[in-house]
């Protein structure tokens, strides 16, 4: 992206080289921001200085390479050395979910603490991963608790909104850039770091910039589970879901986004953000029953999927299957809460033989599967030979444009089970499959 013009430039250090952290410091880097981007994990760093990225993400690394080479954008594995040389601090740090559905703040609190011993003169600290509402409120009381001296500083929320996959895009064309500030001077410092973006600000306090986080995700969570419950009514009734999502996406008050029905949303955000709001709410007063049925819809989509291949096949034991696509969804190998995972456990449990291939995501799915019966493919050819099933469960580009009369003669029996809805139904049935869609 060019720059036209002259920005305010600032000295910004970025906490955690993940996903949203990795991006959001190349991505500021770019904007013309000197970015120092720190991780714990000395290896991931040592490696991003060699150039190797930590995971796939399109157009990442190009930024990356040219930023390091103007020198603009440098990687530390000390956290106070990068906390006392940046004036501006985005925190991305992980914050996993725990067995109760609520957030690991301890790594936030790692980064409060040690502004709190950095402080030295003006900073503002800003939450750029996802968090429960009122951590920015912590975050503050945990810096004013151990701060050496009254130097001034200001914490903020600027929730990230960026996909997997499309993470670059979206940084530099979001909808909206969503800024919870407390002081003028923080609102200042958030708006001249922004810019060059032309995309609508929504200013406001912190807790409301944290929640606007939380009901964005559930909310489009519950719009993929809301058109996979009419899938399942669909089968029942036998009518299309993919024509009742087109009809339904047409109206502007709907919109035709987050209608696809399928084996549902997986990944790291959705997941982890449903379960985080439930109980979020509830620990505010609210039982937040609605998203439970969002969450109970989706993971029952994964066993569906599976009934209906078992209604095919009758005897999974023995058999042998072919999952197309791992990963929780196209141009990404993250395999992190991905509907393949508990697939392909179910077909193991009934005794299946899985043969599975993807085109990104094999090292992750290696280390998922490694000592289970799952024999990886180097491509969907052989993943398919002698199967009596072959599933997608990701729609990889790439699968659309497949030689089914190869698959035809490569398979042992003709059955296609479609998780994504992504394949012409009617040209495979003409041409001999059973084809099993989700609502369709
Ligand atoms: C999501 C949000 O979109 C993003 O704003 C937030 O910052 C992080 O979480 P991401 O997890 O990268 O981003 O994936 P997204 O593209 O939103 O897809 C999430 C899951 O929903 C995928 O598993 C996808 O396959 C599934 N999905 C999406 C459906 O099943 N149906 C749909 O119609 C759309």
């Known amino acids: 992206m060019e720059q036209k013009g002259h920005i305010k430039k600032y000295k910004i250090g970025v906490v955690g080289a993940g996903h949203v952290g990795l991006v959001a ?15 714990n994990d000395a290896g991931k760093i040592n490696s991003l200085k060699k150039l190797i990225m930590p995971f796939y993400e399109p157009e990442l690394e190009p930024l990356v390479r040219k930023n390091i080479k103007k020198g603009i954008l440098t990687f530390s594995s000390s956290l106070d050395e ?16 725990q067995p109760d559905g609520s957030a690991d703040l301890t790594a ?5 603490q040690a502004v709190a011993r950095n402080l030295d003169s003006y900073k503002i600290v800003i939450e750029k991963s ?39 895009y979206d940084f530099f064309y979001p909808d909206r850039i969503v800024l919870g500030v407390e002081s003028p001077r923080a609102e200042k410092i958030l ?8 995309a609508p600000m929504v200013i406001t306090d912190i807790n409301t910039a944290e929640l ?16 996979n419950a009419v899938s399942r009514i669909c089968d029942l009734a036998g009518a299309d879901v993919e024509k009742v999502s087109l009809a339904m996406g047409l109206d502007k008050r709907i919109g035709a986004q987050f209608l696809n029905a399928g084996v549902g949303y997986g990944g790291f955000c959705f997941p982890k953000d449903v379960e985080a709001f439930i109980y979020i709410s509830k ?24 009934e209906k291949i078992k209604e095919h096949l009758w005897i999974i034991k023995g058999k042998k299957i072919a999952v197309l696509g791992l990963s929780f969804k196209p141009d990404t190998d993250d395999m992190r809460f991905a509907p ?23 090292k992750e799915a290696g280390e998922l599967f490694r000592g289970k019966r799952v024999e990886f493919a180097g491509n969907p050819y052989r993943a398919v030979k002698g199967c009596d099933c072959v599933c997608f469960l990701t729609e990889w580009e790439e699968f659309k444009k497949l030689d089914f009369k190869k698959i035809k003669v490569l398979t042992r029996y003709h059955l296609i089970a479609d998780g994504r809805n992504m394949l012409d139904a009617q040209k495979l049935t003409k041409m001999g499959f059973e084809y099993i869609g989700m609502g369709r």
């Open 25 to 39: 410091a190349a991505c500021f880097a770019e904007l013309g921001h000197r970015v120092i981007c720190v991780d």
């Open 82 to 97: 990068t906390i006392k040389a940046a004036q501006v601090i985005f925190i991305a740090v992980g914050t996993p979910p």
């Open 108 to 112: 936030i609190e790692n980064v409060a």
């Open 130 to 168: 996802t968090v429960p509402v009122q951590t920015g409120q912590k975050v503050k009381e945990t810096i004013y608790r151990y701060r050496k001296s009254n130097v001034d500083f200001d914490v903020a929320s600027n929730p990230e909104f960026l996909r997997e996959g499309k993470a670059v």
């Open 191 to 198: 708006k001249e770091i922004y810019s060059s973006l032309k």
């Open 212 to 227: 606007i986080k939380h009901a964005s995700n559930s909310f489009l969570a519950a719009k993929i589970s809301f058109i």
């Open 283 to 306: 620990k505010l007063g609210y039982e937040f029953g609605f998203l439970k049925e969002v969450k109970r819809i989706n993971d029952e989509q994964r066993r569906y999927f599976v």
């Open 340 to 362: 393949s995972v508990d697939i392909v456990e179910a077909f193991l449990k009934e005794g299946a033989y899985v043969r599975v291939y993807d085109p990104k995501a094999k």
